[in-house]
């Protein structure tokens, strides 16, 4: 037997921070990156008499996720208590939805090498974040300001087969979750986190194996590279006839391998129990539908927009929308031009590498991108001169058409003002006109460097090739 | 008329005719405390001071004409688990005996807007789990009446200082009859509100689903009056009731209400293993009630044992969870030998948790874990639901039931000693079904016994039926004599 004979079998626990200005059960403020300890209260440092009071914004924002993720959503849900000592968790009992999530069922489709799949959702629950340690040598400190910060935590069924699955699956869930604004989706700040349920077995088997669980996983890359290294790991193992241990594994960053974390057999127990504190989760028909009204487009419905409106291939539309934040800039930039398809076409060669995982700041305003279009596209200048003006921008973003005409860089498109230098370069190049006249016609990009040399860039490339084809051939009449 | 015998309500007619001054009053309070402190230990802190200072802000205010009511210049005391900002509030507790609140529970809060002067924060049982506040980690409660006897508890710092005159009213807190049960041992009136009446922010949570804040004083009027003023809805606790119907006129108000003829049940199972003395008090009661007019009814309640499992069972669960945050980390106590995470839970708990808060959170750690959670947890919330469906029924077919609090009055010291935990729970038995369905319960003075010990009886309600019951237990109390002070308070208020 060998790899690949087996399958992953992998389901992911994802915890995605809400969005909300203030914390699950206080009023604190949910900003990332304060100073230590400067955004909390009796509450969420659970001094003795504080009282937990459900913040009905997350409420919301749950559902709308929910509804995002075509799930069921609860008319009355509950808070559960999860009772463990860490010193990250002043309440030493993080409030969560054990016994009845606010969602369950739904399903993200997923476009993979295969076609469509789809990843059944189990459940969504809310629950509130824990602090920050902070290690030093000998000692560690404790940053409660993420204490009780709203988290859902998404929980697939076990329908993942491979490391690029889970990693489609992850920027399509990321990608809902910011275009609904219920998170920001951040990796790298830790609103959105990953944990990684794997088991492997013999393809065509229906039974899952023993399944090991790999925690808080934080970018896409290293989720793909921890289920390649632990699937190896485990058929490895099978093939040698050992046995796969339930249990906790750690995925190293650097060495790219997973090591055994906890046995399940001494896993915690959280004595689960409904937290009196807080009453039922009620969200009616009226609530659902408000928020259903008030649901920002979705990726899929803006791709089917944005083909009919800009009459955009589904490959352009399908890149422009995979992420929500260059989907907006999309839309601010295309108001500002006459020419989509040349912004889109700018959009995509030169700026979608600069949407990464987590940026979020738009590399340089809508309006002057709009604008470059418009030159480009009215062929004030080509190309070649856009690409460098788009470097300036970037760099320093300003009015690209004071910019063009400042350094006068406009296309050269009077024929009159091209000849003389059309006929330069013939009358300089007899070798290249030779080849170019016996057949290769690469020779043709030796002549045209020689314009655009001459024009510094600006020579309309069109006109310009048109009208030296002419000239050889006229200085070919001649010559025989 | 001695000032610290003086009711609110006199109190507040001569705070407002200028015949005293809250800063009187509050002086003759702080003498009495420490007069009787060291034979009654009903105080962990006493802010004498603060108090001091109360008065004479309210004493100016009255002159200026701004009169913020009945409880206005009164000096009162809290339990030591009610948060008070810059006050220490120490549960009991060595985890927390220098702990500093930033905050005022919502009750406090309410009660400085109604002009309250505070004397200091009461004794209890540690952490409110224990019925004698024998598990203080400071020291005893002795019972003003007798002092080889317990005060009761939890609350019985508070029950103590009212009896003793070192305060005119305390707040005590209830989670399983530690307000009724101190307030019969301690001859007082004990209102154990209905769930949701009282805010329960800024009060140290025990059992959660159970805690209510609750007046222990000398009449029932006064009793009334500090409801009134802390019977608020607070928009901050979720459990806050939004539908709490606080009757017109206030609860002051509603004593001097007619009620008709009402009917009032006696549970028969109750009268079982009741000292004669108690029985004897509830057959009078009921013949009193009966000759103003009420109608009685026997009732049967045939799930006692279970109810008093369910209540142990429930508390010790919640109680195991509120109690964890006491963990050395954030705040409190901190073993100054722990080196590793681990040690600082284990040493510092070790070191700072007492006997009975340990057993408590063992055993709700116990029935908590995922092998005993349906056995033991799940069975109790059911049969929780059926203690509310059983209560809801009988008082279908009364307006409120007659019954005892304790089987006998006041035990002496360490009479609990070794026994198991169930050998000292068995007598919370008259104590727990209303918290276990968040009914109110009202504990009044039926008389004393031969020996000069206090006796109480208690009318339980349907949700939200305190107006009622204080009307029933003021007639009662008006057609009876008021219960003396303590021998202990007239020998050493003269100087014996």
């Known amino acids: ?480 | 008329m001695t000032i610290t015998d003086m009711t609110i309500q006199e109190m507040a007619a001569a705070l407002r005719k200028g015949d005293l001054s809250s800063s009187e009053i509050t002086r003759a309070f702080l003498q009495n405390i420490e007069q009787l402190e060291p034979s009654v230990g009903a105080y962990i802190t006493v802010t004498e001071d603060d108090a001091l200072a109360m008065a004479k802000t309210v004493d100016q205010r009255l002159k200026e004409g701004y009169d913020p009511g009945l409880l206005a210049g009164i000096p009162a005391a809290l339990k030591d688990n009610i948060a008070t900002a810059g006050v220490r509030t120490t549960n009991a507790s060595r985890m927390l005996e220098h702990f500093v609140p930033a905050y005022d529970a919502y009750v406090v809060t309410l009660l400085r807007e109604s002009g309250a002067v505070f004397l200091g924060k009461t004794n209890m049982d540690e952490f409110a789990m224990g019925d004698s506040s024998e598990a203080s980690a400071f020291h005893a409660t002795l019972n003003p009446y007798d002092t080889t006897r317990v005060p009761g508890g939890s609350s019985g710092g508070s029950a103590a200082a009212v009896a003793a005159g070192e305060a005119v009213y305390a707040l005590g807190t209830d989670t399983g009859g530690s307000i009724c049960q101190p307030a019969a041992y301690c001859g007082l009136v004990g209102m154990r509100p209905t769930y949701g009446l009282i805010s329960r922010r800024g009060v140290t949570a025990y059992a959660s689903s159970f805690d209510q804040t609750g007046p222990m004083t000398r009449t029932v009027r006064d009793n009334a009056a500090v409801l009134d003023a802390i019977a608020v809805r607070d928009p901050k606790d979720g459990m806050s009731s939004r539908f709490a119907p606080i009757p017109e006129g206030g609860y002051v108000g509603s004593i001097e209400t007619t009620f008709g003829n009402p009917v009032i049940g006696y549970i028969e199972e109750f009268s079982n293993g009741l000292d004669p003395a108690v029985r004897d008090a509830i057959e009078r009661a009921l013949q009193f009630y009966s000759s103003e007019g009420a109608r009685l009814v026997p009732l049967s309640f045939p799930h006692l044992q279970e109810a008093l499992a369910a209540y142990y069972l429930l508390t010790s669960a919640e109680g195991y969870s509120a109690i964890n945050r006491y963990d050395g980390i954030h705040y409190g106590y901190r073993s100054a030998e722990a080196e590793t995470v681990d040690d600082i839970y284990i040493r510092s708990r070790s070191d700072a948790l007492g006997l009975e808060v340990k057993s408590r959170v063992l055993l709700g750690s116990y029935l908590l874990s995922k092998e005993n959670y349906e056995i033991y947890y799940e069975k109790a919330t059911r049969i929780r639901t059926l203690v509310i469906q059983t209560l809801n029924t009988l008082f279908n077919a009364c307006d409120a039931i007659l019954a005892p609090v304790t089987i006998g009055p006041a035990p002496l010291f360490g009479a609990h000693g070794d026994e198991s935990l169930n050998g000292q729970y068995s007598s919370d038995r008259f104590t727990v079904l209303a918290p276990l369905a968040g009914l109110p319960a009202l504990a009044f003075p039926s008389g004393l016994t031969e020996e000069g010990l206090p006796l109480g009886l208690q009318l339980i309600g349907p949700r939200f039926s305190e107006g009622r019951l204080y009307m029933l237990a003021a007639a009662y109390e008006d057609a009876h004599d008021r219960l003396p002070r303590p021998r202990l308070f007239h020998e050493k208020r003269n100087g014996k």
């Open chain 1, 1 to 480: 037997m060998s790899v690949t004979d087996y399958e992953s079998v992998i389901g992911l626990e994802v915890h995605v921070e809400l969005k909300t200005p203030q914390k699950l059960f206080c009023g604190c403020s949910t900003t990332f990156g304060a100073p230590p300890n400067t955004q909390v209260c009796p509450v969420c440092l659970a001094m003795p008499g504080s009282l937990p009071l459900l913040n009905q914004e997350c409420v919301e924002f749950a559902v709308r996720a929910g509804l995002a993720l075509h799930c069921d959503i609860a008319p009355s849900s509950r808070f559960d208590r999860k009772n463990y000592f860490y010193p990250d968790l002043p309440k030493a009992y993080q409030v969560t939805q054990n016994f009845s999530p606010i969602c369950s069922g739904g399903y993200v489709d997923v476009a993979t090498e295969d076609g469509m799949r789809r990843i059944r959702i189990n459940r969504i629950h809310l629950e509130e974040d824990a602090g920050k340690l902070i290690h030093h040598e000998d000692h560690s400190l404790v940053d409660c300001n993420r204490c009780g910060v709203p988290l859902i935590e998404i929980v697939t069924e076990p329908d993942i087969r491979s490391g690029e699955e889970a990693v489609a699956f992850l920027r399509k869930l990321r990608a809902i979750v910011r275009y609904t604004d219920v998170s920001d989706g951040k990796m790298n700040e830790g609103s959105l986190r990953c944990d990684v349920n794997l088991s492997v077995r013999k393809k065509g088997e229906t039974l899952l194996g023993k399944r090991v669980e790999m925690k808080n996983i934080n970018s896409f890359n290293f989720v793909a590279r921890a289920i390649e290294s632990e699937f190896k790991r485990q058929v490895a193992l099978i093939e040698d006839g050992e046995i796969i241990v339930q249990e906790t594994r750690r995925f190293d960053e650097k060495t790219g391998l997973t090591s055994a974390l906890r046995k399940k057999e001494s896993a915690a127990d959280y004595r689960y129990f409904p937290d009196p504190d807080l009453g039922e989760v009620l969200v009616d028909n009226e609530m659902i539908a408000k928020i259903q009204s008030s649901m920002p487009r979705l990726s899929d419905e803006r791709k089917a927009m944005y083909k009919d409106a800009y009459d955009l291939s589904d490959y352009e539309a399908e890149r422009l929308t995979a992420d929500k934040d260059l989907s907006d800039f999309f839309e601010a930039a295309v108001k500002e031009t006459a020419h989509p398809k040349t912004l889109v076409s700018l959009i995509l060669t030169d700026l979608a590498p600069l949407f990464g995982e987590d940026e979020t700041e738009a590399p340089l305003s809508p309006e002057t991108l709009g604008a470059l279009a418009d030159l480009l596209g009215k062929d004030v200048i080509n190309s070649n001169t856009g690409r460098k003006v788009l470097k300036v921008l970037l760099e320093n973003d300003q009015d690209p058409a004071a910019y063009v005409e400042e350094n006068h860089l406009a296309q050269i498109n009077d024929p009159k003002v091209l000849q003389p230098i059309v006929d330069e370069a013939v009358r300089s190049n007899i070798r290249a006109v030779n080849d170019y006249l016996k057949g290769r016609t690469p020779a043709m990009r030796a002549l045209m460097g020689y314009i655009m040399k001459k024009t510094q860039g600006r020579a309309n490339p069109i006109l310009a090739e048109d009208m030296l084809k002419a000239a050889v051939a006229d200085a070919d009449k001649k010559s025989s």
